[in-house]
């Protein structure tokens, strides 16, 4: 935090809940759809693990009903409403909308900076590709469209209840704002986390009675290869990796590969990055700098960005490049199952002619 900066963080706290009041209010006019919609965010700016969150949803609903993601595709280039499609690169939808139709491709994953219109467009799709249930992901502030569920996700080690307003902390409102919220889930805990402090966390936290609150840890799959379908096999005890990130926060990567018994040599760049032939000619020369027992690593978001830069890297380099896939895991068996059916019973009571039983 950065006392200096309070009194900025006053008059952005008189604006936002201006707005607010305006939207509660109806002066400023929330829009209904008829289908379940899920609107995933947080309070802070910065990393809380929205991508991996949402892709749990999508695993979860894709399985029951023809679910949509919706994003507003942050960093692409185009404007308006796209819909991801083979041939289309990070720059056209941004990395995480790329990133979740290339794994899920039975979901539609479309991308469009207003919400409203873009669920239009989702809604306009007809036959097999009727849209049941769509997800809005970072759409917690976006408070045009009235969701019908709301997902806040609050990070363990930068919890909201620890933090204050912009500028002087990260919040894009004020800890009020968590009471729109019927789930929050307390995201990158520590797997070991035990029940006395998810308690004290609940406590600290002062959650409406209606409201539920969970806890998750990030946990890692196998490395992939960024150019191949493969796995890359589980690299020997002190493989020299270079981790490439453009991601709010690389340090638990950093750490995951540490105890995997890599030495990291971290190459950071600004959360989602767009990258330049530059910055290849860099990543080429971080590269051979390294001992013979070396791989690069990045982030499945990065991963998106830097496919197109093939044809610009050295040999080895792209022969050993790989990709860290992420997916989120709840520290409580039982905890999962009653997330599960807190979405599947919305999902069902609101659905838009939907297979699901």
Same mark, same amino acid.
């Given at each position: ?5 309070l ?5 952005y706290?008189?604006?936002t809940?201006l ?5 509660d209010?109806g ?5 209904s ?13 910065g990393?809380?693990?929205k ?7 999508l ?5 029951q ?7 507003r ?10 819909q ?5 690169t990070a ?10 139709w290339q794994k899920?491709?039975?979901?539609t ?11 239009e ?43 204050c307003l ?13 009471r ?13 986390? @035990? !029940? %006395?402090?998810?308690? /004290? &966390?609940c406590?600290?936290?002062r959650?409406r009675? *209606?409201?539920?609150i969970?806890? =998750? #840890? ?9 150019f ?15 981790v490439?990130?453009?991601?709010a926060?690389p ?24 990258? @330049? !032939? %530059?910055?290849i000619? /860099? &990543? ?7 001992? *013979?027992?070396?791989?690069?690593? =990045? #982030? ?22 790989c990709?860290?896939?992420i997916?989120?895991?709840f520290?409580d ?7 599960n059916?807190?979405?599947?019973d919305y999902v ?5 002619n939907s297979?699901?039983?």
């Open positions: 935090m950065y006392p200096l900066l009194p900025f963080s006053w008059i706290d008189a604006v809940r707005r607010n009041m305006l939207f209010c002066v400023l006019k929330q829009r759809f008829p289908l379940p919609v899920i609107a995933v965010g947080n309070l802070a700016v990393g809380t693990g991508t991996p969150h949402t892709e749990y949803l695993r979860l609903l894709g399985r009903c023809h679910t949509a993601m919706l994003s595709g942050y960093g692409r280039r185009s404007k308006g409403f796209r991801a499609a083979d041939g289309l720059s056209d939808i941004g990395d995480e909308p790329l990133q979740m899920y491709p039975h979901v994953v479309a991308v469009d900076e207003n919400r409203c219109e873009g669920i467009n989702l809604l306009a799709l007809r036959g097999e590709e009727a849209i049941e249930t769509i997800v809005l992901d970072d759409a917690y502030q976006h408070r045009y469209v009235k969701a019908g569920l709301y997902i806040l996700l609050t990070d363990y080690s930068r919890r909201y209840s620890h933090d912009l500028p002087a902390g990260r919040l894009r409102e004020a800890r009020r704002g968590a729109r919220a019927q789930v929050i889930v307390v995201t990158k805990c520590l797997p070991d986390m @035990t !029940v %006395a402090e998810r308690k /004290k &966390i406590r600290e936290l959650p009675k *209606e409201q539920k969970f806890f =998750t #840890t990030l946990g890692y799959s196998p490395l992939h290869l960024l191949g379908k493969r796995m890359a096999g589980q690299p020997v005890q002190g493989t020299h990796a270079l490439i990130t453009g991601i926060r340090e638990p990567l950093h750490r995951h590969l540490r105890q995997q018994g890599m030495t990291v040599h971290p190459l950071v760049f600004p959360d989602h990055h767009a990258f @330049t !032939v %530059a910055d000619e /860099k &990543i080429n020369k971080a590269f051979g700098k390294l001992p *013979e027992n070396r791989i690069a690593v =990045t #982030t499945e978001k990065d991963g998106t960005r830097l496919m197109p830069f093939a044809s610009q890297m050295d040999r080895e380099l792209k022969r050993t490049f990709m860290q896939p997916e989120i895991k520290i068996t039982q905890e999962e199952n009653e997330f059916q807190i979405i599947i069902t009571e609101n659905k838009r297979r699901m039983d």
